[in-house]
């Protein structure tokens, strides 16, 4: 065990001194009282346990921090979990992410609130940790933190002129349609013209290609924000390019996402050139053979097409082009085409070439992933983020490297460190559906189950004497904080009244975009003054 988790850890390090961190670690000693630091103590293994359960704060509302929780409270049963989320609202990308014609994926959303109906459970809504609340003080009142707060960023393409009006990340888009506040006064300007570019071959880009080209009444039935239904039936764009600066090998999207594009009511696909394909489908793993075999089919003309996509490949974004007359209309973006080291590997690394090639268009969505960023106060509580990666640092499993073993943050006795663990995709980086989450999720907590009854197996108590999200509350308090948390009884009403906005429309909800009116649907009084770091305008 000890060698793999070496191994993985320096497989994905830079430097030997990252790697030896890591080895120090595995030699941790054990603090007297608290689990935390003897999680990586090897043992023996626990054959029963019947010592006291811990109790964990969870940052971050999505799946990671769900389906953590579920693992910890089922293998220690007892396990409370405070899980605090900076929106008023739970369930991170599953609301905000997901497309709005997707509602089979949200059913992930029925096994959470059985979670949460637990009475371990407790949800701390509209707490923006490390911003509103330090996380040096939340360690204190923890035995563990799990960190499970996804990416709220996206990567850049790194073009003069990104920050200008008519690019958009895929983020900002995405979560404008979903109604996330941040992006709820986004107003795409969607009548520019009638060609648009996404930047990207995933999945988010195919949601975006798809929103972008669906007919309005049937993205009506859905769950997708009344303005951004507005702003869509008035759209003009009438082809997207997809543009990819690999080839159909790489590209990262998955087949039923295509299906679904190219079986789109009276939208054509341009065919692709047959040149970009293998010759030999027959010899490819047999995911990908489908997608290639799908791809080189393409759909039937449909006589009544009004729009178009294409899947343009082997092109890297060098220029965006803007108008002379006016600086900040977009008037076509520069590609360098690109040419593959090896074209038969689904990982080939590619290469700019000479030859350019000028995509007329008028707006561009940039759909290159998404990025996590680093919480204020994590090297406090010994947490290290790896800015290179985008990921926070851990052993592999999810147990998080200190970044000094004698960064200790007293829990108020003055008993040792809070062990912090990390989970979903702000430990493996900005990819992965729903069961790859899970899985992962699993993963970082049977590491804290393991470490926790390895340090409780022959220990009968104490319970554990942190306060949890009451000490939180006092200390807070005493500090003059001003906390405004929503629990889970407030984000039902939410969520009733979300519902009953959705029914007048004839569709299964209608979101509140404004923090401010989530609050007040929950029957808190807003104060014009309240400052809300998740309504704050950040760049797209
Ligand atoms: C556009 C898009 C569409 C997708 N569609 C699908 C799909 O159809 N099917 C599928 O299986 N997968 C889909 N995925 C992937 C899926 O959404 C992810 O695998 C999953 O949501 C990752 O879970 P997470 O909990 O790590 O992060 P998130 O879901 O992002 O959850 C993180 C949570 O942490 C909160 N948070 C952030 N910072 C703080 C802070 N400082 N304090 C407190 N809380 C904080 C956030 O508000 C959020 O609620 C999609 C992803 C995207 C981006
Ligand atoms: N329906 C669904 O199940 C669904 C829907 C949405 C999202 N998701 C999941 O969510 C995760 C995130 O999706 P995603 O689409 O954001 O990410 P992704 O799958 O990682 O795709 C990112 C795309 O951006 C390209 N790219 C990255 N950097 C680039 C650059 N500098 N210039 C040009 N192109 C660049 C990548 O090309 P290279 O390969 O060349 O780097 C790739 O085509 C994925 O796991 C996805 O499957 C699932």
């Not at 850890?9 to 990252?18: D, E, H, V």
């Not at 309005?216 to 039935?221: F, Y």
């Not at 082809?239 to 996402?257: C, D, L, N, S, Y």
Request: overall charge neutral.
């Amino acid at each position: 065990m000890l060698i793999t988790r070496c191994l993985r850890f320096s497989s994905c390090a830079r430097t030997t001194t990252q790697v030896s961190r890591a080895l120090d670690h595995q030699a941790f000693s054990p603090l007297p009282f608290r689990p935390v630091a003897a999680r990586f103590r090897s043992s023996h293994h626990v054959a029963q346990y019947n010592g006291p359960a811990p109790i964990v704060a969870v940052v971050g509302s999505g799946p990671a921090g769900f389906y953590t929780a579920q693992k910890l409270m089922r293998d220690i049963p007892g396990t409370k979990v405070d899980m605090y989320e900076q929106l008023p609202v739970p369930f991170g990308l599953v609301r905000f992410g997901v497309a709005p014609d997707h509602p089979e994926v949200k059913n992930c959303q029925d096994t959470f609130q059985e979670v949460a109906a637990s009475p371990d459970y407790t949800f701390i809504g509209n707490v923006n940790l490390g911003h509103d609340l330090p996380l040096p003080l939340l360690a204190k009142h923890y035995d563990a933190i799990v960190f499970a707060y996804g990416a709220s960023k996206d990567r850049r393409l790194g073009l003069e002129g990104e920050e200008k009006p008519h690019i958009y990340s895929a983020r900002a888009f995405v979560g404008w349609y979903n109604g996330l506040p941040e992006y709820r006064d986004l107003d795409p300007d969607l009548t520019a013209g009638e060609t648009a570019i996404v930047v990207g071959q995933g999945n988010v880009a195919l949601d975006v290609t798809r929103t972008l080209l669906s007919k309005v009444d049937v993205l009506r039935k859905t769950d997708i924000t009344d303005y951004a239904l507005h702003a869509l039936s008035g759209s003009k764009i009438k082809h997207v390019h997809v543009v990819g600066r690999r080839g159909p090998m790489q590209a990262a999207f998955t087949i039923k996402e295509v299906r679904e594009l190219l079986q789109l009511e009276d939208v054509n696909f341009t065919p692709i050139p047959n040149e970009l394909f293998p010759a030999d489908l027959a010899k490819l793993p047999r995911p990908r053979r489908r997608l290639l075999e799908l791809l080189k089919k393409g759909s039937p003309v449909k006589e009544k097409a009004t729009k178009s996509w294409s899947l343009d490949f082997l092109l890297a974004p060098t220029f965006l082009n803007w108008s002379a007359a006016d600086p900040d209309r977009l008037e076509g973006v520069t590609f360098s085409k690109t040419r593959l080291e090896d074209p038969s590997s689904s990982e080939s690394p590619v290469v700019n070439t000479d030859e350019t090639q000028v995509i007329a268009t008028s707006i561009l969505f940039r759909s290159i992933g998404y990025k996590a960023e680093a919480i204020l106060g994590m090297a406090e509580i010994g947490a290290e983020f790896d800015q290179g990666k985008g990921t926070i640092r851990h052993d592999g499993l999810g147990r998080v490297v200190p970044v000094s073993q004698s960064a200790t943050v007293g829990n108020g006795d003055g008993n040792g460190k809070v062990a912090v663990y990390c989970s979903g995709w702000v430990k493996r980086g900005p990819t992965g559906v729903i069961a790859s989450t899970m899985t992962d999720a699993f993963q970082t907590a049977e590491a804290i189950v393991e470490d926790w009854k390895r340090a409780y197996a022959s220990n009968s108590g104490p319970e554990s004497l942190r306060g949890g999200w009451t000490g939180v509350q006092a200390e807070a308090q005493a500090l003059k904080l001003p906390l405004r948390p929503l629990h889970w009884d407030k984000w039902q009403k939410i969520d009733e009244a979300e519902k009953a906005e959705g029914a007048k429309r004839g569709k299964p909800r209608e979101k509140f975009g404004k923090v401010s009116e989530m609050l007040e649907a929950a029957g808190v009084t807003v104060h014009p003054n309240w400052y809300t770091t998740t309504e704050k305008g950040r760049s797209n």
